[in-house]
């Protein structure tokens, strides 16, 4: 495990403490457990307190800490490796990780160029190993039947939509304030709504445009930003378009009834989707609780500690699911049959486009188009456009009203 923060403690961790007592099992890999062996983090602090409270059987990981801890780790008897690190860390690590032959598994976005991700599943394919991103809304139960909807053609010709996600002040404020200077909300957190939009409809990315606000995270005048408004316009092969907007925050006032406002409407030839986190779940009043240690809005789909029927303590949810579903694809390829036979094992798990990287391309296009127009915005040049695949190259920012084209990838994306 690289990185022991936020994202570990919600979704990685139950993981680890779920599998000790239960490991994976398949009829053709069989039993595959999966303990937690070792972590890498900056100052070891995390990792200590986390050892000093976890289950005894899941204790006996070894830390590193030192300023190349994840060579250290790297180099231990590990055979997958986690990545839960602040985003623009990601690339390093994991091209480390794949180079010493371990499966890579990234939190989103997986990387912030598409030059980076080129060298990552370069580098998958030389060293034999799976590198995978974690998309874990694409679990989510109302997404699952969105794309059913799709797939089976009751919803038809996606024209236009809206996302937009709002978290709290604590966010950027306190949990990754070590790391959000010069970052934005938009890498963070749109990057699920994109890769949502490119895995459910299928279509070609076309124009990426993007403006935010700054003035509480940083200044006003600077390169963090508060909130993004993101858009993103995609061609069919017929000429058609459709446009999406998607709308982050962090700075949403902590005592907001819900720990996070998700919602989604995708407008149809045929229909119109709405989904909304909060308005789906439960609502809880607790005298002295809520909303600060409880919230009054609870998203029991994404992640929930329960108390079983039988009185069996779990934490469930999609964003576990995930981490669990890649486990088993990394089992399959190492466990699942002949070993002269896991090449083709390996090559049916990279077909799997929710989380391969080779299937990641417009998601981190779109993602290294914003950071390219939100830079050129905070440097006093607002309203950039980036066209994909056009005359240019695959990337190419022009500001407004300027012949000056900035190819910022030149391949097709």
Not at 48 to 55: F, G, H, S
Not at 85 to 104: N, S
Not at 322 to 345: K, S, Y
Request: proline letters at 6%.
């Amino acid at each position: 495990m690289i990185g022991m923060g936020m994202i570990f403690d919600e979704t990685y961790r139950p993981f680890f403490e779920r599998s000790v007592g239960r490991p994976l099992y398949d009829p053709t890999f069989g039993v595959c457990s999966v303990p937690l062996t070792a972590v890498a983090t900056r100052t070891g602090q995390r990792a200590a307190a986390y050892r000093a409270k976890a289950p005894a059987d899941v204790r006996d990981f070894e830390s590193f800490s030192s300023a190349d801890a994840v060579e250290q780790l790297v180099e231990s008897p590990v055979d997958a490796v986690c990545i839960a690190t602040p985003d623009d860390r990601h690339f390093a690590a994991a091209r480390l990780a794949i180079e010493a032959g371990k499966h890579v598994l990234i939190e989103k976005p997986s990387v912030l160029k598409l030059a980076e991700l080129d060298e990552l599943q370069q580098l998958a394919v030389d060293h034999g190993v799976l590198a995978k991103v974690v998309y874990h809304k694409l679990l989510d139960p109302d997404h699952k039947k969105l794309r059913t909807f799709v797939a089976d053609g009751v919803l038809q010709h996606v024209n236009n939509g809206y996302c937009s996600l709002l978290e709290p002040k604590s966010i950027a404020g306190s949990q990754f304030a070590e790391w959000i200077t010069g970052r934005n909300p938009g890498t963070y957190v749109a990057v699920h709504y994109i890769k949502l939009i490119d895995f459910t409809f299928g279509l070609q990315l076309k124009r990426v445009s993007c403006t935010g606000q700054r003035g509480i995270v940083g200044p006003a005048n600077g390169p963090t930003w508060d909130s993004t408004q993101l858009r993103l316009v995609y061609a069919y092969s017929d000429g058609r378009e459709a446009a999406f907007d998607i709308h982050t925050s962090w700075v949403t006032p902590d005592n907001f009834p819900g720990y996070v406002e998700q919602e989604v409407q995708f407008r149809f030839d045929n229909g119109v989707w709405n989904g909304h986190s909060r308005k789906r779940g439960v609502e809880c009043t607790v005298e002295g609780a809520t909303p600060f240690t409880i919230k009054n809005t609870i998203n029991n789909h994404y992640n929930a500690a329960l108390l079983e029927p039988w009185d069996e303590r779990s934490q469930r949810g999609y964003g576990v699911e995930v981490i669990e579903r890649f486990m088993r694809e990394a089992a399959m390829v190492e466990f699942g049959g002949p070993l002269q036979e896991r090449a083709a094992r390996l090559a049916s798990a990279r077909k799997l486009a929710y989380n391969d990287l080779a299937a990641d391309r417009q998601v981190v296009a779109a993602v290294e188009a914003m950071e390219a127009i939100l830079a050129r915005h905070a440097a006093g040049t607002p309203d950039c456009v980036v066209e994909v695949n056009g005359p240019a190259g695959g990337l190419a920012l022009q500001p407004p009203g300027s012949a000056e084209i900035d190819v910022l990838y030149q391949p097709p994306v």
